[in-house]
Nanobody, 127 residues
Framework: QVQLVESGGGLVQAGGSLRLSCAVS????????MGWFRQAPGKEREFVAA????????YYADSVKGRFTISRDNAKNTLYLQMNSLKPEDAAVYYC????????????????????WGQGTQVTVSS
């Protein structure tokens, strides 16, 4: 089993920044793919970013490309999402997720491919 605990959400003004963290515990995650998703009220959960833990390659949704950065700290077993230039439409509950499946491309990981999920952290962006 893998446990994921997000933190770092909060209220920020449009144009501001937040860094989300996801503490990972349980099984060794060296071969996992990690992702961030978000869900706004009344909307479906959507993909934000993914990273292959072992080699650090990344993939982003077009809506956040150039503004958000996904990263991981091997020593701390922690996943991060640095969010800059936040917009009101970025407001949502953000979830981290882990996948034990191995696909050649990070584009192949849809929501269904993720096996473990955190409880989410709320991000609110005021205009």
């Amino acid at each position: 089993q893998v446990q994921l605990v997000e933190s770092g959400g909060g209220l920020v003004q449009a144009g501001g920044s937040l860094r989300l963290s996801c503490a990972v515990s349980g099984r060794t995650i060296g071969r996992y793919t990690m992702g961030w998703f978000r869900q706004a009220p009344g909307k479906e959960r959507e993909f934000v970013a993914a990273i292959r833990w072992s080699i650090g390659n990344t993939y982003y949704a077009d809506s956040v490309k150039g503004r958000f950065t996904i990263s991981r700290d091997n020593a701390k077993n922690t996943l991060y999402l640095q969010m800059n230039s936040l917009k009101p439409e970025d407001a949502a509950v953000y979830y981290c997720a882990a996948s034990i499946r191995v696909y050649s491309s990070l584009r192949d990981y849809t929501e269904r491919e993720y096996d473990y999920w955190g409880q989410g952290t709320q991000v609110t962006v005021s205009s």
